[in-house]
């Protein structure tokens, strides 16, 4: 158990690191909320991300049933806290 979570713990940390790397966006996004929009589609991306690697490791046996499901349960919360920030911050664009 111990080592599962040492080892989402080190993907987790790899993603953060990379994730700016990787996600460098061309267009610019309106002053005002940029930083605040580009922060909440990065965390949603470690989210989402942290999700498949709670999947992958259930599904090789590395997660027992009731550490997936808290694991799985809590994470996709957050990514849907995520989404309703970043629909949140789309809205307040348009207008």
Same mark, same amino acid.
């Not at 061309?26 to 470690?46: K, N, Q």
């Given at each position: 158990? #111990?080592?599962? &979570?040492?080892?989402? &713990?080190?993907?987790?940390?790899?993603?953060?690191? %990379?994730?700016?790397?990787?996600?460098?966006?061309?267009?610019?996004?309106?002053?005002?909320? #940029?930083?605040?929009?580009?922060?909440?589609? /990065?965390?949603? +991306?470690? *989210? &989402?991300? %942290?999700?498949? /690697?709670?999947?992958?490791?259930?599904?090789? +046996?590395? &997660? *027992?049933?009731?550490?997936? /499901?808290?694991?799985?349960?809590? /994470?996709?919360?957050?990514?849907?806290?995520?989404?309703?920030?970043?629909?949140?911050? %789309?809205? +307040?664009?348009?207008?």
């Amino acid at each position: 158990m #111990a080592y599962v &979570l040492i080892a989402l &713990l080190s993907v987790f940390l790899v993603a953060l690191v %990379a994730w700016p790397l990787l996600t460098r966006s061309s267009a610019p996004l309106p002053a005002g909320y #940029a930083d605040d929009r580009r922060a909440v589609d /990065e965390e949603l +991306g470690w *989210s &989402l991300d %942290a999700i498949r /690697e709670i999947e992958m490791d259930h599904r090789a +046996g590395s &997660l *027992s049933d009731e550490d997936f /499901e808290a694991l799985d349960r809590d /994470e996709r919360a957050r990514a849907v806290e995520l989404m309703r920030r970043r629909d949140a911050l %789309a809205v +307040g664009d348009d207008g």
